[in-house]
């Protein structure tokens, strides 16, 4: 198959690329280099069913493919409150851009939501059922609200016009190509340690996250695209759950380090807790994480070691 890739110059989305071409498929990779770098597309360059196109969803876009896989915006909060009406443009009018692709092409279109639909959650684990306490006019919102209004075009482009989606909820992934200096609490906590810095816990490090590797991730996101019976919203995640503090500890045994734990104000709406109900995932794609913690982050660690 012919498959776009929006954001496909990013983290998750230049691993996607690796991992639609490893499948034989051409990919197109669009991205306009805002969080991305053609680092980590650069082994794929001279690929002969690779080819990249510097394009910014906001604006419209023409190709024909058969898959749409839409994965740009920012995902860091540092990246996504820079500037929050661009984020929240590029959710919402690039994610009309692509669903009216989509239907223009007939093209099946799967988009990267969030966990962060459900806010700080009231429901735990959440649950795809759960509607979220979400925050619609914090600095998170630009990116809450952008995902949670991408899902609703999402489903009215289905329902009114038959557009074949899928959607998946992505939480906290991990691995090699997160941008050192993205503020997201897996690579600031292995960059510190391995600079010998104080490791910048935020708050009293009582928040909990679920950390999944990147590979476990995109299989998951590719198992849900060729799945016939379902449209989502699917939770795609690790239930791994960690309170940051203990999650400090842990990449400072992982790498040796000699770092301090530092202690910083907690952000402004920074959700409690946060761990995946997989449930769906398990019964409809017959998918669950592969890759433990420990061997996780030591690939990442090894990667980042490597590039500092
Ligand atoms: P990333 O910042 O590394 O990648 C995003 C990519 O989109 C970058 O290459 C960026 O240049 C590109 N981009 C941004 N705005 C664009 C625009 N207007 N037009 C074209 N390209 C644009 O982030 P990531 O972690 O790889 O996240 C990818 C997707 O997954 C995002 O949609 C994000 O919301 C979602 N997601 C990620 C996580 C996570 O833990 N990494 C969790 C939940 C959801
Ligand atoms: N965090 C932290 N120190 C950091 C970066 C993040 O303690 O240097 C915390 C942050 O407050 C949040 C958690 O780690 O509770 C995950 O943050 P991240 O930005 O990675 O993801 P998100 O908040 O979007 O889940």
């Known amino acids: 198959m012919r498959i776009l890739v929006t954001g496909g110059a990013g983290f998750i989305g230049s691993h996607l690329c690796d991992h639609l071409l490893e499948d034989s498929h051409e990919v197109i990779c669009l991205d306009n280099f805002f969080t991305g770098c053609k680092d980590n597309i650069r082994h794929l360059l001279g690929h002969d069913h690779f080819e990249l196109m510097r394009h910014d969803i906001i604006q ?6 058969d898959r749409i896989y839409n994965l740009a915006c ?5 990246h996504y409150q820079y500037n929050p ?13 692509m669903l009216g692709l989509a239907k223009r092409i007939k093209a099946r279109i799967l988009q990267a939501s969030t966990s962060e639909v459900y806010g700080n959650p009231l429901v735990h684990p ?3 059922t759960y509607w979220g ?19 609703t075009l999402m489903m009215d482009y289905h329902r009114q016009n038959d557009v074949d989606i899928r959607i998946v909820r992505i939480f906290n992934t991990y691995g090699s190509r997160m941008a050192e200096d993205d503020g997201r609490v897996v690579s600031n906590f292995i960059v510190q340690a391995l600079r010998g810095e104080p490791l910048t816990v935020y708050g009293e490090g009582k928040q909990t996250r679920s950390f999944c590797y990147v590979d476990d991730l995109v299989l998951g996101m590719m198992a849900m695209m060729e799945c016939e019976d379902i449209t989502g919203p699917i939770n795609l995640g690790n239930p791994n759950e960690f309170p940051i503090i203990d999650f400090a500890k842990i990449i400072l045994k992982l790498t040796g380090s000699k770092s301090k734990i530092k202690y910083m104000p907690l952000p402004a709406d920074d959700p ?3 761990q995946p109900n997989i449930a769906l995932a398990r019964e409809k794609l017959s998918w669950h994480p592969q890759i433990d913690l420990e061997k996780g982050l030591q690939k990442t660690i090894d990667y980042f070691r490597e590039k500092l």
């Open 60 to 65: 419209p876009v023409l190709v024909e493919v």
């Open 74 to 78: 920012p995902a860091s909060p540092i």
């Open 85 to 97: 009406v661009k984020t929240i443009k590029t959710s919402i009018l690039g994610t009309m851009n």
């Open 126 to 128: 959440q649950v795809e």
């Open 272 to 274: 409690v807790q946060r």
């Open 133 to 151: 306490n979400v925050n619609p006019i914090g600095l998170r919102s630009c990116y809450d609200e952008g995902k949670r209004v991408a899902e």
